[in-house]
């Protein structure tokens, strides 16, 4: 958990994500990224610099088999302020609209229903679990899909709803996350949503792995690519000024 926190503390000191006094809701899904982000922040928030609040957001969408109660013991144990927001999202995606593609619109319809909880609750920044392989294959899927090159951004600011998005552990690699979230003992929510394992990103992801056996690196390569290229919100050198 050291060499975590380690890799969150200067990635949200790379690109200035937490400002003094503020405070930052975690969206948990119950998956093993946004549940280590947001241990990573509860703990990040005894030693850091700069004084902030963490607070928990899990939008329930009636995905039979799903249950955060053990998320919600170890909020208690973390001291961290959890909110569930029900949302009949699977019902609307699979029941009632039935979508052949439903990823799309699971992801607006969860974006809206956070958005507005967000307001509600008064807080306009949110952590995201977005990892360094994440990036990757963002990347990479839209160079393959759309044909242009670009990436989400580190810090993200949505004018329209006036909330930042950060992503703490751009830093770690997924397989560092994997074992981190075993040792802590995290209470992954196991997601049995039927798209689950058959879209794009998997697709890349498994792409990558057969890419690695011929061209070693080839991930860090392509992240560090992203940071000097003049994408958006990536460069180093711009934050520093």
């Known amino acids: 958990m050291q060499h975590i926190l380690g890799r969150v503390r200067r990635c949200v000191e790379d690109y200035h994500m937490i400002e003094p006094g503020e405070t930052v809701a975690v969206g948990v899904s119950g998956g093993k ?25 899990t939008l329930e969408t009636g995905t039979p088999g799903m249950c955060f ?3 919600a013991d170890l909020c208690r144990e973390l001291e961290v302020p959890y909110t569930r927001i029900s949302v009949p999202v699977y019902q609307i995606v699979f029941e009632e609209r039935k979508e052949k593609n439903p990823c799309s619109l699971c992801a ?13 609750l008064g807080i306009s920044k949110i952590a995201l679990g977005h990892h360094f392989d994440d990036a990757v294959e963002t990347m990479l899927m839209n160079l393959l899909f759309e044909g242009r ?28 996350v994997r074992r981190a979230a075993e040792r802590l003992r995290l209470p992954v929510v196991q997601n049995p949503c039927p798209a689950n394992g ?3 990103r998997q697709e890349v992801k498994e792409l990558l792995v057969q890419l ?14 992203v940071q000097r290229y003049p994408l958006y919100g990536w460069n180093l050198e711009e934050m520093e000024k």
């Open 212 to 225: 690695e056996q011929r061209y070693p690196n080839l991930r860090q390569k392509i992240f560090g690519a």
């Open 33 to 57: 990224d946004s549940l280590l982000t947001l241990v990573a922040l509860a703990r990040l928030r005894a030693f850091y610099p700069v004084a902030f609040q963490v607070h928990a957001i």
């Open 108 to 120: 607006k319809l969860r974006r809206g229903s956070l958005n507005t909880a967000l307001g509600e």
């Open 69 to 71: 109660d053990a998320v």
């Open 149 to 176: 090159i670009g990436c989400f951004q580190p810090v993200t600011y949505l004018d329209r709803s006036g909330i930042t998005q950060i992503r703490p552990l751009l830093y770690c690699h997924e397989d560092e």
């Open 198 to 200: 058959s879209t794009r």
